[in-house]
């Protein structure tokens, strides 16, 4: 999984650079203290023109090493190390280093292009003599990637910023290039200061997508040019919307962290909400009992036999992928009900004149979407029943997320499509919250039971696959479907856990989870420090013990 060289080799392993999250690659450490100068500065010295995104990179990591005064989890929070970080060298300066190919494009670019062309590698050299530190990488991405490492190496003492284990040569790049976190905002709103601050944490710990799943069923937030009505008519409240302004912000915000959006609008089905607008497009709008006609209320559904409604989907998905520069864009396909359609009675009309099944018809309707799709540049990505439950055409680049089970992994690959792992048996944060649903005094979430870090981390990306198989692999993510969440407690279900698939699918599969424990103790620590409410993974007395509150300890 990694190469993990160090005078650590001794039995006793320090804290410190177990602060690192996502582990690199390939790290060597020393056994001797640094602190950085008080004017320790980072320079750009090395990289012409630089972007102004890598240059505000910089500033955020000069403020987060003055500002996080993380003190170092340990029982006496690095006290007994006074003496050795008072007599310690200074490092005064980190000079980055720019080598790929001509002019260094912004992160932003390079965080939206071709999954395939994303360059994030890295190294980066501490000296343990005070002379300068190098961070080198052929790209903008690597350059950021790096600092986010640089950033947690640092621990504080009595307002002195130092390691004890310099010095420290990395070298690193991650083992798949799509680690993500999926957000659902449609059941629940979240303003755009809570976006901001998830991004931000998704990028501490290198997650470079955020999988918008903006509207559904409950409500229509994004407003999307041609089409306002249905944010006016759909959202919980006027102010209760991203506009196209806003979803701007937040992209721009997003890449400059190296985070591409990935936007969702689910069709056929989670559409009820268009009925307020649209109503001539939707079947069984809240239809009763709703258990008959959805997975969860409101029912509704486009009428995906008809004509007009096909050309009102395309139109719609591909006014809204304009919104977002990331080559893909997702138009769900998931808990299509087919009692729906037989029930209404415009869908059983259109069918009857076409000649077609309900198949034929989702058929029609899918291909249509993902021309438009196309015809705009985008790459469908949809659920897994798409591929595994229905008689739909799928272009081969068309990206599946497996999410009912991780046991639909090999079915997906055995027909040749990339894949993401989403699986709920492992990355489904809502799991174990208990039921939400009225009326049902013993009821459980579906996907019960909760799902802890160490459960996603255990999680094998390529189990089963054949080698060929494995290449389809694209990585992962965590899941928020926000029933029961909402800015009050995003922070507390999202954080530290979420951090545990950065880790799975930038370093790889095979982590220890009781040496990682530590380190992602730092994570919540520093999160918290950071302004992000990262909860405790176990009491404050374990985290400064590391392996004293261990099952067999």
């Known amino acids: 999984m990694l190469l993990l060289k160090t005078l650590l080799g001794l039995s006793t392993v320090t804290t410190f650079v177990y602060g690192l999250w996502p582990l690199p690659k390939d790290i060597t450490t020393g056994t001797i203290p640094l602190r950085l100068a008080p004017g320790f500065s980072i320079s750009l010295a090395g990289v012409r023109n630089p972007p102004k995104d890598l240059v505000s990179a910089v500033s955020r990591t000069q403020a987060h090493l003055k500002t996080d005064k993380l003190q170092a989890l340990v029982p006496d929070?690095?006290?007994?190390?006074?003496?050795?970080?008072?007599?310690?060298?200074?490092?005064?300066?980190?000079?980055?280093?720019?080598?790929?190919?001509?002019?260094?494009?912004?992160?932003?670019?390079?965080?939206?292009?071709?999954?395939?062309?994303?360059?994030?590698?890295?190294?980066?050299?501490?000296?343990?003599?005070?002379?300068?530190?190098?961070?080198?990488?052929?790209?903008?991405?690597?350059?950021?990637?790096?600092?986010?490492?640089f950033g947690q190496l640092w621990y504080d003492l009595d307002g002195t910023t130092y390691t004890l284990q310099a010095p420290i040569s990395i070298s690193d790049s991650p083992a798949y290039p799509y680690r993500g976190f999926m957000l659902d905002t449609a059941r629940n709103y979240f303003p755009i200061a809570d976006i901001k601050r998830t991004l931000d944490a998704m990028s501490w710990v290198k997650i470079n997508t955020l999988h918008w799943h903006v509207v559904d069923s409950q409500s229509f937030p994004l407003v999307v040019p041609?089409?306002?009505?249905?944010?006016?008519?759909?959202?919980?409240?006027?102010?209760?919307?991203?506009?196209?302004?806003?979803?701007?912000?937040?992209?721009?915000?997003?890449?400059?962290?190296?985070?591409?959006?990935?936007?969702?609008?689910?069709?056929?089905?989670?559409?009820?909400?268009?009925?307020?607008?649209?109503?001539?497009?939707?079947?069984?709008?809240?239809?009763?009992?709703?258990?008959?006609?959805?997975?969860?209320?409101?029912?509704?559904?486009?009428?995906?036999?008809?004509?007009?409604?096909?050309?009102?989907?395309?139109?719609?998905?591909?006014?809204?992928?304009?919104?977002?520069?990331?080559?893909?864009?997702?138009?769900?396909?998931?808990?299509?009900?087919?009692?729906?359609?037989?029930?209404?009675?415009?869908?059983?009309?259109?069918?009857?004149?076409?000649?077609?099944?309900?198949?034929?018809?989702?058929?029609?309707?899918?291909?249509?979407?993902?021309?438009?799709?196309?015809?705009?540049?985008?790459?469908?990505?949809?659920?897994?029943?798409?591929?595994?439950?229905?008689?739909?055409?799928?272009?081969?680049?068309?990206v599946i997320m497996v999410w009912i089970s991780s046991q639909d992994v090999a079915a997906v690959a055995q027909q040749g499509h990339r894949l993401v792992h989403a699986a709920s048996d492992f990355f489904y944060l809502d799991c174990g919250g208990g039921g939400w649903v009225g009326a049902n005094t013993n009821g459980n979430s579906w996907c019960d039971p909760f799902k802890t870090w160490q459960k996603s981390y255990s999680f094998n990306p390529v189990a089963g696959l054949t080698e060929d198989q494995k290449k389809l692999v694209l990585g992962g993510q965590h899941l928020l479907w926000t029933e029961q969440a909402g800015p009050s407690n995003l922070d507390s279900i999202v954080w530290p856990r979420a951090a545990s698939a950065a880790e799975l699918f930038w370093t790889g599969p095979g982590g220890n989870a009781r040496t990682a424990l530590p380190r992602l103790h730092d994570v919540a620590y520093r999160f918290v420090q950071r302004g992000v409410r990262a909860i405790p993974l176990q009491p404050e007395w374990c985290a400064l013990r590391p392996g004293k509150c261990d099952l067999d300890a």
């Not at 490092?91 to 360059?119: D, F, H, W």
């Not at 994030?120 to 005070?130: I, K």
């Not at 190098?134 to 990637?145: E, H, I, K, P, Q």
């Open 77 to 149: 929070r690095g006290a007994s190390s006074r003496s050795a970080v008072a007599g310690a060298r200074s490092l005064r300066s980190l000079r980055l280093v720019y080598n790929g190919q001509g002019t260094p494009k912004t992160i932003s670019e390079e965080a939206v292009a071709a999954i395939e062309t994303r360059a994030e590698a890295y190294t980066l050299t501490v000296p343990s003599d005070g002379s300068e530190a190098v961070l080198t990488a052929s790209s903008s991405l690597g350059l950021f990637r790096g600092l986010t490492t």
């Open 226 to 398: 041609g089409f306002n009505v249905i944010s006016e008519k759909g959202a919980y409240h006027p102010k209760a919307i991203y506009t196209p302004a806003d979803v701007k912000e937040i992209v721009d915000y997003a890449a400059a962290r190296g985070i591409d959006i990935i936007a969702e609008i689910d069709t056929p089905g989670h559409t009820s909400i268009i009925q307020h607008s649209f109503p001539e497009h939707i079947a069984c709008f809240e239809a009763a009992p709703w258990t008959q006609f959805a997975n969860e209320p409101p029912a509704g559904q486009l009428r995906l036999a008809s004509p007009a409604t096909v050309n009102f989907t395309a139109s719609l998905l591909s006014a809204a992928s304009k919104l977002f520069p990331s080559k893909f864009f997702s138009t769900g396909g998931d808990e299509i009900n087919a009692n729906c359609y037989r029930q209404d009675p415009q869908t059983q009309q259109d069918l009857a004149a076409q000649g077609k099944t309900l198949e034929q018809a989702l058929d029609t309707f899918t291909q249509a979407s993902h021309q438009a799709l196309a015809s705009v540049g985008k790459t469908p990505v949809v659920w897994q029943e798409m591929l595994l439950d229905h008689n739909v055409t799928l272009s081969k680049d068309t």
